[in-house]
């Protein structure tokens, strides 16, 4: 099996298929990428590999402007996710 840290990030292009999203609903995709972070990153770390791997999705896939709104959110409490 192959560790995400023995992938060089360089040659990543785009988000791997993810087979929890097998149609084209990229907006559910990119929400669920950013709480699967927020939830790995509260359990673990944000430098733990499969934290990493979250946000690499959520940063390629959201829009900046949903990530920013998402974040505001987060810190003031009101983020509609479960965290």
Known sequence: ?????????????SVPYDP?????NQTRYCYQNYVDFHRC?????????????????FTSMCPNAWVEKW?????TGTFAGRI
């Open 1 to 13: 099996m192959i560790k995400l840290s023995d992938l060089d990030e360089t040659k990543w292009h």
């Open 20 to 24: 929890r999203f097998p149609n084209q």
């Open 41 to 57: 990153k509260k359990k673990h770390n944000e430098n733990y590999d499969a934290c990493q791997y979250f946000k690499r999705a």
């Open 71 to 75: 974040n505001e959110q987060v810190e």
